[in-house]
């Protein structure tokens, strides 16, 4: 655990190093979105680091959950130091002058400013700079949508139960392919990221790959004497030449069909 915190801790100039090189190599490559403060921690002009106890007088709750949650596992003891490596002041900015004045505006909010989470995530970032992607940086969405940053599991979103599924988050806003079927795809146990990156992605439909290999992962191809290509018990010979599995008119309804065992519509 020592170990864990103090390796991340002296990785931290080559973190925000690596950042700025991928926010230049991001902007000059990719789109014309021009990051302006990757590298840099959220600014709150004025103001200086105090660290979690000066929040937990107000937040208790919140100060309460935190140091179960992946990010609060990194924060040791109340040095003012880490309050703005892994602190809350990592992701809200230096709050002295919020203490002082309890003013929302005095204080950062990454549902407003992912920056202030992408600064560290740079990796995320340029997931969210491919061509297909959920408008986060736009605007139009927030981290906040798919994760809770304060508790125990990043992976659910605030208020929502403690058993609450990965895929659960997907579901208040993708109904068609979360609600069960008649003919189940059983790939879908198995969660929406085995075919998707739920932050963005170079191929359509933020798909992790383009074509039939897709599905070929877990549907193996057979290959029988004469260049015959099985799939299942059935020669699917030629017809991987008409397109995908899934827009060549063959296995439209990935997500699982009320009409087809074979996943048609
Ligand atoms: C003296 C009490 C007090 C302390 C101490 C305090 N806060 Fe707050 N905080 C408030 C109040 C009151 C609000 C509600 C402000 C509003 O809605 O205008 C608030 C709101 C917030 C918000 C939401 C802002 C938004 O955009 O709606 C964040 C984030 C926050 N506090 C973080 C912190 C952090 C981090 C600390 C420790 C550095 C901290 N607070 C310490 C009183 C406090
Ligand atoms: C990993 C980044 C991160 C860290 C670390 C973090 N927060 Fe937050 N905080 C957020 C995000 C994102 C939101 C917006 C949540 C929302 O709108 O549902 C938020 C919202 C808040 C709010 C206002 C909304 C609410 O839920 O009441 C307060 C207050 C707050 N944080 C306090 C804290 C305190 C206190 C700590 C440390 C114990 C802390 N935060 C640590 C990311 C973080
Ligand atoms: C100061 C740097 C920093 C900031 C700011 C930050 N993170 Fe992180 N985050 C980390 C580190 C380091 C880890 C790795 C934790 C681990 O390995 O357990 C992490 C892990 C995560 C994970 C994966 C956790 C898991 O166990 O799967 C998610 C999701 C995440 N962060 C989201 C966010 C979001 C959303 C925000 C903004 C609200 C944010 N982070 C802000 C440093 C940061
Ligand atoms: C549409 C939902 C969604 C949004 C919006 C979203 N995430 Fe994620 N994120 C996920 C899911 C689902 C995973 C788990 C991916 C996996 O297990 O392969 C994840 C994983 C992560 C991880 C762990 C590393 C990884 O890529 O697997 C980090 C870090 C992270 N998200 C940060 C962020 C930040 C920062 C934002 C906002 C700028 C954000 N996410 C917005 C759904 C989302
Ligand atoms: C807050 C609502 C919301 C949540 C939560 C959400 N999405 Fe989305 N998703 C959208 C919207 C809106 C679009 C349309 C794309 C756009 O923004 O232009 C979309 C588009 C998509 C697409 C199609 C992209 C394309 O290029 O056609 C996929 C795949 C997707 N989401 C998967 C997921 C997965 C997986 C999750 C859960 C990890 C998730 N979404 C969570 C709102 C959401
Ligand atoms: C077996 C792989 C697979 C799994 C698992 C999967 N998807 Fe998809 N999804 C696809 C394919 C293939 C497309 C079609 C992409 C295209 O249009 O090119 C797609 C398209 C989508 C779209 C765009 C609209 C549409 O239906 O064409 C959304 C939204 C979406 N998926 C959400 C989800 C969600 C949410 C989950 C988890 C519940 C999920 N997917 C699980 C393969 C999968
Ligand atoms: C994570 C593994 C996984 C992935 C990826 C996957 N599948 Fe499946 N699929 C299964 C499992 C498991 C079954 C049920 C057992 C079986 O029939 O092989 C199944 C069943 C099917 C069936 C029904 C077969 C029948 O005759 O009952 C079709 C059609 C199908 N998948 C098409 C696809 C397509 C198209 C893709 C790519 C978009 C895909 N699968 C990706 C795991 C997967």
Redesign the pocket.
């Known amino acids: 655990m020592l170990g864990h915190v103090l390796g991340w801790a002296l990785n931290l100039p080559a973190l925000l190093c690596l950042s700025l090189l991928s926010a230049v190599l991001i902007s000059c490559t990719i789109t014309p979105y021009t990051p302006s403060t990757v590298a840099a921690p959220p600014q709150v002009p004025g103001a200086t680091f105090v660290g979690n106890h000066a929040c937990s007088e107000c937040h208790d709750k919140i100060h309460e959950g935190f140091h179960d949650s992946p990010h609060g596992r990194f924060y040791r003891g109340d040095e003012v130091q880490w309050a703005s490596i892994a602190g809350c002041e990592s992701c809200h900015g230096a709050g002295s002058k919020h203490v002082e004045t309890g003013l929302a505006a005095d204080i950062v909010n990454p549902r407003t400013e992912p920056q202030a989470c992408l600064k560290c995530h740079v990796a995320t970032h340029g997931e969210f700079t491919l061509p297909h992607h959920h408008r986060v940086l736009e605007g139009k969405m927030t981290c906040v949508d798919c994760h809770e940053p304060h508790g125990r599991n990043i992976h659910q979103i605030a208020g929502g139960l403690g058993t609450q599924q990965r ?1 659960a988050v ?2 208040r ?2 109904k ?3 609600r069960t079927h008649v003919f189940e ?1 059983e ?2 146990r ?7 990156n739920p932050h963005g992605s170079v ?5 992790v790959q ?1 074509d039939a290999n ?2 070929l992962r ?1 549907h193996a191809q057979v290959q029988t004497g004469a260049d015959r290509v099985f799939i299942g018990k059935m020669d699917h010979t030629g017809l991987l030449r008409n397109g ?4 060549a008119g063959c296995h439209s309804a ?2 699982g069909s009320n009409f087809s065992p074979r996943l048609l519509y």
Not at 190 to 196: A, D, N, P, Q, S
Not at 203 to 207: D, I, T
Not at 244 to 247: A, L, N
Request: glycine letters at 6%; hydrophobic letters at 25%.
């Open positions: 895929d997907c579901i806003c993708h068609e392919q979360t795809h790939a879908l198995e969660g929406c990221v085995t075919c998707h191929n359509r439909g933020m798909l383009r897709l599905c877990c995908t599995c899934w827009s990935v997500h």
